[in-house]
C-alpha cells in the first residue's frame, strides 16, 4: 500500500544514524543545523527524526555539507513499530480483530493531533474495520486505542510513519479473590469467609474526620452504608454514570480496598486515619478498554481534594504505551499513583508447588506489569502478617508479583496482603484457601467484615501513610513522600537470616511512625529541590552532623521521571558522600545499597565505626542521558528529594544535637 493513502502527512521520516553519541554538542548542534526534528531515541546515535516536505531541499543541501557526521539515513521498518508478540498474531491470524494501543509521535500542535485522528476515523469507519478512540493526550505524544482487524494495523503502521509503536493492550483485573479454588473434597462443610460486625463503631467527631487526609480509589464502587465506612466518604463519582451516584459495589473489591485504606489496614483491629474518594471504575472483574481516560477524568475532577490515588489492579501483560501515559499524567499533574504488583493466580502456584520450583524461587518468574512497571508510582507487593501452613509470618507473600530484572527495584515495598493455607487430598496440592491468614476489612454486603488476600489489599495500608505525609507536606514533591516511605523500611529476612532480594521486596516494609516522623534516636533530613538541566555543572551541597552516638547512615533518594521517548531513564543523579577528615573528590562506598540502573529511587547504607563522628557532607549532581538531549519538548527540570536518617542502634538520644546543627547551617 502505497504511503499518504490514509493520512497525508506532510512531514518525512527517517532514521539516521550519526557519528557520535547525542551527549555530543557537535551532534547537537549538527541536528539543530539540518533542521531535524526528533521524535525518538533508539539508540545513543540513532534517532528517529521529522522534517517538513517543503524543507526537503534544504535539508538535502545541509546533509551533503554535514554528510561526515550522518553515517546513515533510512525508513522505519515494520518490526520498530509493531511489537513482536502482535506481529506474531496479525501474521497468524490477519482478518482477526486485536486490541491495541497506538503512540504517534510528538505532534507540532493541537490542531495537528485532530488531524491525525479525523482521517483514522474516517478510514475505519468507511472502510468497516473496527473502532478505535483517542485515550490520552500530552505535548509528547498521542494515545490511541482501539478494536481492529489484524491487517489493518498493519495498514495503519505502514502508512503512517509519525507511529512510533503499536502494542497489544492488554486487559486489566482486579487482582484479589483468585487465589481460591475448588478443594477435591466436595463434600467438606464450607468455612464462611463473611461474617458480622464484631465492633460498635467509635464515633468520630465531624471536626476530626474533617482535618483527616484523603485518598482517592479508583475500583468497583463502595458499600457507602457500611456503619464503618459511611462517615469517611468524603466524595463518590461512577465513571460510567458520570455522576456521584450509584457507585454501588457488586464485587466487594472497592468496598475492602476502602476499609483498608481508612483504617490504615485490617479493619477490626484498626482506627481511622484517612478519608476515602470512592470512583466505581470496574462493573465486573477485569476492564478491557481505554482505562487511561478514566484515570486522567479521575485525577482532572479529585485533584484538588487529593494527591494521593490508589490503583489496587493491573494487566495481565506488559502494556508500555499505557506505562508511558501514565508516568506523563503523574509527572504533569504532580500526583502519586499508590498501586499494586498484582497476585500469581492460584493455579500457576499450585503448578510451581508440583514441579521444580519451590517458594520463594517462583515468585521472581511471575513479573509485575501495568501500572505497577511505572517509574513515578509507588508499587506496593505483599507480605504474610500471619502464618498459614505454607508460608510463616513475616515473609513475602506466596502470591506476590516480582520484577526479576535487575535493571529496576520493583515493588518498592511490601505491606500486609494475606498468606493462603494449602488444601491437600492424599498429599496432592489441589487448592488454596486465606481462612484465617488473610486480611479483614469491610464487606459490600451490609455492615459485614470479609476476608480475603492479595496485593490489592497491601496498596491502601501505604495508600494511608502516603496520605498522612501529603497532609503534613502539602507543597512538597511526590517524590519526598516516596523517597519518606523507602527510608522507614525494615527488611524481611528468611529462616536463615539472609534477606530477601530486592526484586521480591524492594525496600522492604514501611513504618507509618518512621516515615512521617523523626525518634530521639533516629532522625530524619529531608529536602526537595530541582536541578535546571541547562545547567550542566550543577552540584547541591548538604551536610549533616553525625554525633558520637551514632551508628548508621541511611540516604534513600528519588526524583520524578519526564517520561521523554522509549523506556528508559532519561537523567539520574549521582551521588558523593564525604565523611570528615576527607577531600571533598574523596566519597565512601556504601555497606549496603539498593540502586539498580533504572531505578528512580535509590538507598545507600554507611555503617559508621570509627572516624566518621562530625560533619558529613552530601553532594548531588545531575548527570543526562541521551533521550533527554535529543527531545525538545523536555521539561529542562529534574525534581529530586533526598532523605537522609541519621541511626542509633542503642537508642541513644541523638535528636536535639542533629536538628540544632541543622537549623544552624545555611
Not at 111 to 134: D, P, S
Not at 358 to 365: A, D, I, N, V, W
Not at 494 to 504: C, K
Request: glycine share 6%.
Amino acid at each position: 500500500m502505497a504511503k499518504g493513502r490514509i493520512f497525508a502527512d506532510p512531514s518525512m521520516y527517517f532514521v539516521v544514524t550519526f557519528s557520535d553519541n547525542f551527549r555530543s554538542p557537535i551532534i547537537r548542534n549538527i541536528i539543530q543545523k539540518m533542521g531535524l526534528d526528533v521524535l525518538e531515541a533508539i539508540g545513543d546515535n540513532i534517532a528517529k527524526v521529522r522534517i517538513s516536505k517543503s524543507e526537503y531541499e534544504t535539508f538535502l543541501k545541509n546533509l551533503e555539507k554535514n554528510s561526515v557526521y550522518v553515517e546513515n539515513i533510512r525508513e522505519s521498518t515494520l518490526k520498530e513499530k509493531i511489537e513482536e508478540p502482535l506481529l506474531r498474531k496479525i501474521t497468524e491470524e490477519p482478518e482477526k480483530r486485536v486490541r491495541v494501543n497506538i503512540e504517534v509521535s510528538r505532534l507540532k500542535d493541537s490542531r495537528a493531533a485532530e488531524r491525525v485522528v479525523e482521517k483514522l476515523h474516517e478510514y475505519i469507519r468507511a472502510n468497516e474495520l473496527g473502532k478505535i478512540e483517542t485515550a490520552y493526550r500530552s505535548e509528547r505524544f498521542l494515545l490511541l486505542t482501539g478494536e481492529l482487524a489484524g491487517k489493518t494495523v498493519q495498514e495503519i503502521a505502514q502508512d503512517f510513519d509519525a507511529i512510533t509503536r503499536i502494542n497489544l493492550a492488554r486487559a486489566v483485573r482486579l487482582r484479589s479473590g483468585r487465589l481460591s479454588s475448588t478443594s477435591l473434597d466436595e463434600g467438606r462443610v464450607a468455612r464462611l469467609r463473611v461474617r458480622s460486625l464484631a465492633r460498635t463503631p467509635r464515633e468520630v467527631p465531624a471536626q476530626e474526620i474533617s482535618a483527616m487526609p484523603s485518598i482517592c480509589i479508583l475500583d468497583s464502587g463502595i458499600n457507602s452504608a457500611h456503619e464503618l465506612l459511611k462517615p469517611f466518604v468524603a466524595d463518590t463519582y461512577d465513571i460510567a454514570a458520570r455522576s456521584q451516584t450509584p457507585c454501588d459495589d457488586n464485587l466487594g473489591h472497592g468496598s475492602m480496598v476502602a476499609g483498608i485504606a481508612i483504617y490504615g489496614g485490617e479493619v477490626p483491629t484498626g482506627e481511622p486515619s484517612a478519608r476515602i474518594v470512592a470512583v466505581k471504575l470496574f462493573e465486573n472483574g477485569s476492564f478491557d478498554g481505554n482505562i487511561i481516560g478514566p484515570i486522567s477524568e479521575t485525577v482532572r475532577k479529585f485533584k484538588g481534594k487529593t494527591r494521593i490515588f490508589n490503583l489496587s489492579f493491573s494487566s495481565e501483560g506488559p502494556d508500555p504505551i499505557l506505562s508511558r501515559a501514565l508516568d506523563d499524567l503523574s509527572f504533569k499533574e504532580k500526583v502519586l499513583f499508590v498501586v499494586c504488583a498484582g497476585n500469581i493466580d492460584s493455579d500457576q502456584i499450585i503448578e510451581e508447588l508440583q514441579g521444580q520450583n519451590g517458594y520463594p524461587t517462583y515468585l521472581t518468574r511471575y513479573p509485575i506489569f501495568f501500572p505497577g512497571d511505572c517509574f513515578n508510582v509507588l508499587t506496593v507487593g505483599s507480605f504474610a502478617e500471619k502464618d498459614s501452613n505454607f508460608v510463616p509470618k513475616q515473609r513475602p507473600s506466596p502470591f506476590t508479583r516480582t520484577y526479576p530484572f535487575r535493571s529496576r527495584t520493583k515493588p518498592e515495598v511490601l505491606a500486609s496482603g494475606g498468606n493462603v493455607n494449602l488444601e491437600r487430598e492424599e498429599g496432592i496440592i489441589v487448592g488454596l484457601n486465606p481462612d484465617g491468614c488473610g486480611i479483614v476489612s469491610t464487606s459490600k454486603d451490609d455492615n459485614r467484615f470479609e476476608e480475603d488476600v492479595g496485593t490489592s489489599f497491601a496498596c491502601p495500608v501505604v495508600s494511608s501513610i502516603a496520605a498522612g505525609l501529603a497532609e503534613k507536606f502539602p507543597s512538597r514533591s511526590t517524590s519526598l513522600y516516596k523517597a519518606l516511605i523507602a527510608s522507614s523500611c525494615e527488611r524481611l529476612i528468611d529462616g536463615t537470616g539472609r534477606q530477601f532480594d530486592a526484586s521480591v521486596q524492594g525496600f522492604g516494609t514501611p513504618s507509618k511512625r518512621y516515615a512521617m516522623f523523626s525518634t530521639f534516636w533516629r532522625v530524619n533530613l529531608c529536602a526537595d529541590s530541582s536541578f535546571d538541566l541547562k545547567d550542566r555543572r550543577q552540584l547541591h551541597r548538604y551536610k549533616f552532623l553525625f554525633p558520637d552516638v551514632a551508628d548508621r547512615i541511611i540516604i534513600t533518594l528519588c526524583f520524578d521521571v519526564e517520561p521523554l521517548q522509549g523506556s528508559e531513564l532519561p537523567y539520574e543523579i549521582q551521588m558523593r558522600l564525604h565523611k570528615p577528615g576527607t577531600l571533598l573528590s574523596a566519597s565512601i562506598t556504601p555497606n549496603n545499597s539498593i540502586s539498580a540502573d533504572d531505578s528512580n529511587i535509590r538507598q545507600f547504607e554507611y555503617k559508621v565505626e570509627r572516624g566518621g563522628k562530625g560533619v558529613w557532607t552530601l553532594d548531588v549532581s545531575p548527570r543526562t542521558r541521551r533521550s533527554f538531549w535529543v527531545d525538545p519538548s523536555a521539561e529542562l527540570l529534574l525534581r529530586y528529594a533526598i532523605v537522609i536518617s541519621i541511626i542509633s542502634d542503642e537508642q541513644q538520644d541523638i535528636y536535639a544535637r542533629v536538628r540544632k546543627f541543622s537549623q544552624s547551617v545555611k
